[in-house]
């Protein structure tokens, strides 16, 4: 598991920017960015929903700023004065303004942009999967964004995770959910696409090496957990965590596809057209980046197994909650 050293005071007055930090991964990179020392400015669309993590850090240690990554000068107005720069923005699916293309994309280069102004070095998360070649717009845009980054400030680090679990997730959290109201769930593509789930903390921990100046200059991160898994086998995990028996039912590629397409366009939806794309490919740490240390080795972190964390927040989805005898 992720290690990271508390102390009773600051050990630094640096500054870091993170955009994106009251999300799932990014109230993780505030709290270990705060827990080391750090001031940190959290940078987001609505202040006002990011109160909860003041309480974090030490009386002012954590500040938080109105800004939105399609708007530069609100980037550059975050940005001013910090000594680091850290990127988390992301959607995974699109919904009014909010495209690939306007976050992923344009934001990515508006922060680099002022990262490069500012002279402060930039660690951006990305994801395994992304490709230009990739057949959905999600993994394009974030190939494009990483080009992006890598124009405007070359010795960026980059952070590719797998797919990432934890408290807060919407991955175990939302099948667990399902699976309490609905006897039966999908297996998209038959449940064979691999996945190497990794821990939010590990990645956290990954952002907090980055900063710390402890990762390659100009380097591709690839994180993933230490077990390599079907969704298939996911599926069951979860099933068998909070207790539940359920029909686990094949849904082909192509039927997952004209399913999304009449749904996608509600409010909430489960499954989006380029969700089901991205399912065709595995989420898997590469061999090259394995080679090459570009992985949690390469950062000195351990990576933490699901049956560490799963029961630590999927008890409550059991029948009688953390009471409940589950036979492992």
């Known amino acids: ?51 909860f993590l003041q309480p974090i850090g030490f009386v002012g240690q954590i500040q938080v700023s109105q800004a939105n990554v399609r708007y530069p000068d609100s980037v550059a107005r975050a940005v001013d004065g910090a000594e680091a720069v850290v990127n988390l923005v992301g959607v995974l699916a699109q919904g009014g303004r909010q495209t690939f293309d306007a976050v992923h994309v344009f934001g990515a280069r508006a922060v680099a942009a002022a990262a490069a102004a500012q002279g ?14 990739s057949p959905s717009g999600y993994g394009r845009s974030k190939a494009e964004a990483e080009a992006a980054v890598r124009a405007a400030v070359p010795e960026a680090v980059i952070l590719r995770p797998s797919l990432v679990f934890g408290p807060e997730d919407d991955f175990f959290n939302r099948f667990a959910a399902m699976a309490r109201l609905s006897p039966v769930l999908p297996l998209i593509g038959g449940g064979a696409t691999r996945f190497q789930p990794v821990f939010v903390g590990d990645v956290a921990a990954a952002v907090l090496r980055a900063v710390d100046g402890k990762a390659r200059a100009a380097t591709t991160y690839e994180l993933g957990g230490p077990e390599v898994r079907t969704f298939r086998e996911l599926m069951e995990l979860m099933l068998r965590e909070i207790g539940h028996s359920r029909l686990l039912v094949d ?13 996608q366009w509600a409010p909430g939806a489960p499954l989006t057209t380029d969700q089901v794309a991205m399912l065709r490919a595995d989420n898997v740490v590469s061999d090259a980046a394995q080679a090459e240390g570009r992985t949690f080795g390469g950062l000195d972190i351990t990576p933490t197994a699901l049956a560490v964390v799963l029961p630590t927040y999927l008890w409550r989805f059991r029948k009688a909650g953390q009471f409940t005898r589950v036979e492992t």
């Open 1 to 51: 598991m992720s290690d990271v050293t508390v102390t009773d005071r600051p050990v630094s007055d640096s500054l870091v920017t993170v955009f994106g930090g009251s999300g799932f991964l990014g109230r993780h990179v505030v709290r270990a960015l705060a827990m080391r020392g750090y001031r940190v400015r959290v940078a987001v669309r609505r202040p006002e929903l990011a109160g």
């Open 251 to 263: 849904l082909p590629f192509g039927l997952a596809n004209l399913m999304a397409r009449l749904t």
């Open 120 to 133: 402060a070095p930039l660690v951006h998360v990305s994801a395994i999967g992304a490709d230009a070649a």
